[in-house]
């Protein structure tokens, strides 16, 4: 996806990606909900502070402070995604409701890359942020009735956010979009992902 992105936006959007992943380590990594919940927290409240103190000496932080929130993006903007996270150490089960609130706090990674890249307004950065969020979690679920719920609730998101067209900047996103939504769907191998991103690049669409 970097390779998509304007050279000048890499970096940023490699360091939110950095970012959702380390929140997903972190709760791969803490057995006691207990323990999940302090180390979202410190994030919670690092990522708050990132507009008017210095980075502590975390290199996710520093890339942070450095190559978005110096663009003038408000490092409040990336407090939801911990809110998104947070909402699977919260709740014991994954409702309608539960899942809604994920994808609505992770979904925000894609609101701050778009602008990172300087999307455009037009393109459908909420339901795509959304709708990958649900596929990724879906995959990493062990409940399987939860994991088709996280599907369920992915596909209409997808399918708006496929249908619409991507401007240049934003097509780094439309395309993880394009792939989330070609995992969910089963319905395509290596050669017709490709074909589907190239198509992607070049069109939009």
């Keep these: 996806m ?3 992105a304007p050279t000048a936006a890499r970096a940023g959007l490699a360091a939110l990606l950095a970012l959702d992943d380390t929140l997903s380590s972190l709760l791969r990594t803490s057995t006691d909900p207990a323990l999940g919940q302090l180390r979202l927290a410190w994030w919670r409240e690092s990522l708050a502070k ?7 000496a975390e290199p996710v932080l520093k ?5 978005v929130v110096a663009r003038g993006i408000s ?7 911990v809110h998104g996270w947070e909402v699977l150490v919260e709740e014991e089960h994954l409702d309608s ?6 994808a609505e706090g992770r ?7 778009g602008s990172v890249l300087g999307a455009a307004p037009t393109d459908p950065l909420a339901q795509a942020g959304r709708g990958w969020a649900l596929v990724d979690l879906a995959a990493n679920l062990s409940r399987q009735e939860e994991a088709a719920a996280a599907r369920t609730h992915a596909r209409p998101l997808l399918a708006e956010a496929a249908r619409r067209h991507w401007s240049r900047n934003g097509r780094p996103l439309g395309a993880m979009a ?9 319905d395509a191998g290596p050669v017709a ?8 690049r070049l069109s939009g669409r």
């Design 2 to 4: 970097l390779s998509y």
């Design 50 to 56: 990132l507009d008017h103190a210095p980075a502590p």
């Design 63 to 67: 890339a942070l402070q450095q190559e």
């Design 75 to 81: 490092p409040k903007a990336l407090v939801p995604l």
């Design 97 to 102: 409701e539960a899942l809604t609130r994920f």
């Design 107 to 113: 979904g925000q990674l894609f609101a701050a890359a």
């Design 178 to 186: 394009h792939l989330a939504r070609m995992k969910v769907e089963g």
């Design 193 to 200: 992902r490709i074909g589907r991103l190239l198509w992607h």
